[in-house]
Every structure is written in structure tokens, then in C-alpha cells.
């Protein structure tokens, strides 16, 4: 069993910055692949930025050059760094993990059999 919960979410005016971390517990193993994703009102859930445990990633080209994802594997945690902020950045991020063969296909959208936390809510004001 795999766990996986979010923190960091919150209010900041554009241009701002925040970071997301998310914790990883289980038996996340070396086949997995962990991400973030977001879900926008009105919008389906997007992947934003994935990691493979061997590394290879995938990034989407809406965040590319804004948002980095990163790991500290010793202690479990996934973190997601985004800058320059947007109000179309406004949404229900949420990091999940699954086994996965491909990080081009997972990283879009995981899977059905994912596992995945209860979401942080981000808000960018004008």
C-alpha cells in the first residue's frame, strides 16, 4: 500500500511563488513513477510534472521553465517548486504515484490505479 499527502497550498498574488510537497509512503517501489497534477475549476486534471524512479521526467509545456519537481528520496518526500505564478494557475494540486512503465504516457494523466492524496488547494490572486 502506497500513501501519498500534500501540503503547502495556499493564496499568493501573481508572480508569486510556492512550493508543494508531498509525502511518499509504502512500498513505492523502483518501478514507480510519482507526479503532480491539478485540477483547475471547470477543467479536466492535468499532469504538470513527473519523475520516474530511475529518472526520466516529464514536464508539460504549460508549466515548463515556471514549475520544477524534485526529490528527496531519503526521506520520502516529492516537492513541487512554481514561480512566476499566474491566476490560470488556480486549481486543486494533487501528487500521486503508481507503477508505470513509460513516463511520457503517465505523466499526462496517471492512471485508474493510481494512488493519490486529498489535493492542496492553490489560489493566485490578480
Known amino acids: 500500500q502506497v500513501q501519498v499527502a500534500e501540503s503547502g497550498g495556499g493564496s499568493v498574488q501573481a508572480g508569486g511563488s510556492l512550493t508543494l510537497s508531498c509525502s511518499l509512503s509504502?512500498?513505492?517501489?523502483?518501478?514507480?513513477?510519482t507526479g503532480w497534477f491539478r485540477q483547475r475549476p471547470g477543467q479536466e486534471r492535468e499532469g504538470l510534472a513527473a519523475i520516474r524512479f530511475g529518472g526520466s521526467t516529464y514536464t508539460a509545456d504549460s508549466v515548463k521553465g515556471r514549475f520544477t519537481l524534485s526529490k528527496d528520496h531519503s526521506r520520502g518526500m516529492m516537492y513541487l517548486q512554481m514561480n512566476r505564478l499566474e491566476p490560470e494557475d488556480t486549481g486543486t494540486y494533487y501528487c500521486?504515484?503508481?507503477?508505470?512503465?513509460?513516463?511520457?504516457?503517465?505523466?499526462?494523466?496517471?492512471?485508474?490505479?493510481?494512488?493519490w492524496g486529498q489535493g492542496t488547494q492553490v489560489t493566485v490572486a490578480t
Open positions: 509504502g512500498a513505492v517501489h523502483m518501478t514507480y513513477c
Open positions: 500521486a504515484a503508481d507503477r508505470c512503465t513509460l513516463i511520457e504516457k503517465w505523466g499526462p494523466s496517471a492512471g485508474v490505479s493510481a494512488y
